[in-house]
């Protein structure tokens, strides 16, 4: 029997990723359903070439747009949109797995209809986690949903932990996240103030969307990593660690307390822990180029501020210290962050201030613990209406 797909996110660089390794693999999976914001023409090709049964988009005019084209095209796929339709999608009876790749809290939702579900969840979206913390553990668990990671740090510590979960906190010394250091890993610091959206999104080894790519930039994304493995992998925030490898080789490692360390190696391909997540705990072919240890550049390590400039990346410590505040800290993080990173996006704020954006409303705004889903938009709500004003009065 085929596996039927959803995936979250189909148009954006991990859901076109993830349709090349189901193209490569359909004898073994389907595509029950696509969902995207905005683009409508990506979308249509989309629907053209893997058929599913329904195409959603997030808003009615993108989605009435689409009906149109598939009309036209002849296509027997159904159209839906609005944020219940992205919830159905996942929580469909058919669905067999869901790939949550839409970038930001968004995702939130459809992410938790499909834990409820019991669904197989391949997790691109940090956020889910991020802002979802122990609720969304815990509809993981009462759904009994399988949490697969597809960020590349967080499959290769999985490629790299013992198959069974309830030993980890007996073998695990440390968890390693490795970071490329992004596009100013030797810049200094007092330049940072003068950086352009476009430099900011010119990432040296992945090809990524805007808004990750400027995370990358900031080493936010780092930060919202560090918060996702805590909850994915159960271990306390002064057992996580990062370190810098230019080379994006080496994606994650596990230390152990024998001193032991088991790493994942790979091309910088998102396809790898995509192919992975859909198939474990077999493995399939993902579509990347082998890595060529005849030919492979020396592979090199630094810590984060190996080049005297601490300040470089101050919004990696956040992470910590959110771990370590009041439950939903986390979440107040993430919605300051994407409201900075937007007004950096559309020059309203200049690269250096993302930072004060994040620290200034995490100032602002003292969370109580969230218990479900309305708790956790409600706090997301405020935190973005805190960090839009500490963006206007920049």
Request: glycine residues 6%; contains cysteine.
């Amino acid at each position: 029997m085929k596996q039927n797909i959803t995936i979250l996110g189909s148009t954006g660089s991990i859901g076109t990723n993830t349709l090349d390794v189901l193209s490569r693999h359909l004898d073994r999976y389907q595509v029950f359903a696509l969902t995207a914001s905005q683009q409508v023409e990506l979308m249509l090709k989309q629907c053209v070439q893997f058929k599913p049964k329904f195409a959603v988009m997030a808003q009615e005019a993108a989605g009435r747009a689409l009906a149109d084209r598939v009309k036209a095209e002849g296509l027997s796929v159904e159209i839906l949109w609005g944020p219940e339709a992205l919830d159905w999608v996942s929580a469909h009876e058919q669905v067999d797995a869901v790939m949550a790749a839409i970038v930001g809290a968004a995702g939130l939702s459809p992410c938790l209809a499909a834990a409820h579900a019991g669904k197989r969840l391949l997790l691109a979206n940090k956020e889910a986690l991020v802002v979802g913390g122990d609720v969304f553990l815990n509809a993981v668990k009462q759904g009994g949903a399988s949490l697969l990671p597809i960020d590349s740090e967080h499959s290769a510590v999985f490629q790299s932990l013992p198959d069974d979960p309830t030993t980890w906190a007996d073998r695990i010394d440390e968890i390693i996240l490795t970071a490329s250091g992004g596009p100013f890993r030797a810049r200094e610091p007092a330049t940072l103030k003068n950086v352009t959206p476009e430099e900011a999104c010119a990432h040296p080894n992945w090809v990524m969307g805007r808004k990750i790519s400027v995370d990358s930039a900031t080493m936010m994304n780092k930060a919202l990593e560090v918060i996702e493995a805590r909850y994915l992998f159960g271990v306390s925030p002064d057992q996580l660690n990062v370190v810098i490898h230019p080379q994006s080789i080496i994606h994650s490692m596990v230390k152990y307390k024998d001193t032991s360390v088991v790493a994942q190696l790979g091309t910088p391909d998102m396809r790898v822990p995509i192919a992975y997540g859909l198939s474990w705990p077999a493995r399939i072919t993902s579509g990347a180029s082998a890595l060529d240890f005849h030919n492979l550049k020396p592979m090199t390590f630094e810590a984060i501020d190996d080049h005297g400039h601490p300040e470089r990346f101050p919004g990696l410590k956040l992470a910590w210290h959110a771990l370590n505040a009041a439950s939903g800290t986390c979440a107040v993080l993430n919605a300051a962050n994407e409201i900075a990173v937007e007004a950096f996006l559309n020059k309203r704020i200049r690269f250096d201030q993302i930072h004060q954006v994040n620290t200034e409303t995490l100032a602002k705004v003292v969370p109580q613990a969230p218990h479900n889903l309305a708790d956790l938009l409600a706090l997301d709500a405020l935190s973005r209406a805190k960090a839009s004003e500490v963006v206007r009065s920049l």
